[in-house]
């Protein structure tokens, strides 16, 4: 990363076996306007692991299926190699079991769901940079179990209904976890509510930070 107070340009890997969708996730993030950035990129893994060892990266998004290494693959060894970097993981299919493979051994910062919208891939990832290393969150609540944090959502949706038309827009709630278990309950429970959106997670050593919108 070059420093130079707003002239910052963070470096960003981009991985994905299909060239198509390698080059608009790079135009994507190239024409950010919250940030500035040089992307390079990686149709294979091995290929972007030879990179991390040449150059100093910020963030690495991966694609989750490609060949000879899946994603989780792929940034579990960024994990241990590199741990400072953030790491992406974008997938058309997050289930369950990846989900957990994803957060627990490759501890990734942000479930990203194909198919992305531009604006909204923009400002994940300048959050996550802007965040970088300072683990801060804003108005995050704290739930104990599965149970608190439904009952938390639940009062959101109902404030929602209860609102009129003139004042419904997406509500944004913030539930920070320090259970593994009851997180991953609390995971597959929203993933059946197509209501509810993922927008965020962010996984550390002693909490894990899930934002919803709906």
């Known amino acids: 990363m070059n420093n130079n107070n707003e002239g910052t340009v963070y470096k960003i890997l981009i991985v994905?076996?299909?060239k198509d969708e390698l080059n608009a996730l790079s135009l994507t993030l190239k024409y950010a306007k919250q940030f500035k950035s040089e992307i390079s990129i990686a149709e294979d893994p091995l290929i972007a692991l030879?990179?991390?060892?040449?150059?100093?990266?910020?963030?690495?998004?991966?694609d989750f299926k490609m060949p000879r290494m899946n994603g989780i693959e792929f940034?579990?060894?960024?994990?241990?190699?590199?741990?400072?970097?953030?790491r992406m993981l974008i997938t058309a299919c997050v289930e369950l079991e990846i989900a957990k493979e994803a957060i627990n051994k490759a501890a990734i910062h942000t479930f990203i769901e194909k198919p992305w919208y531009n604006d909204e891939l923009r400002l994940i990832v300048h959050e996550a940079l802007k965040g970088k290393d300072?683990?801060?969150?804003?108005?995050?609540?704290?739930?104990?179990?599965?149970?608190?944090?439904?009952?938390?959502?639940?009062?959101?949706?109902?404030?929602?209904?209860?609102?009129?038309?003139?004042?419904?827009?997406?509500?944004?709630?913030?539930?920070?976890?320090?259970?593994p278990v009851e997180f991953n309950k609390f995971f597959y429970e929203i993933?059946?509510?197509?209501?509810?959106?993922i927008n965020d997670i962010h996984v550390f050593v002693d909490k894990y930070i899930i934002e919803l919108t709906f």
């Open 134 to 179: 300072t683990g801060e969150f804003k108005s995050s609540t704290e739930v104990g179990d599965v149970n608190e944090a439904l009952h938390v959502v639940n009062n959101a949706l109902e404030k929602i209904f209860n609102d009129s038309l003139d004042l419904r827009i997406n509500k944004r709630v913030t539930l920070e976890f320090t259970s």
């Open 75 to 86: 940034l579990i060894k960024v994990k241990e190699k590199y741990p400072k970097i953030i």
């Open 16 to 18: 994905d076996d299909e």
């Open 191 to 197: 993933k059946q509510n197509k209501n509810i959106n």
């Open 50 to 62: 030879a990179k991390l060892e040449n150059e100093e990266f910020d963030l690495v998004l991966s």
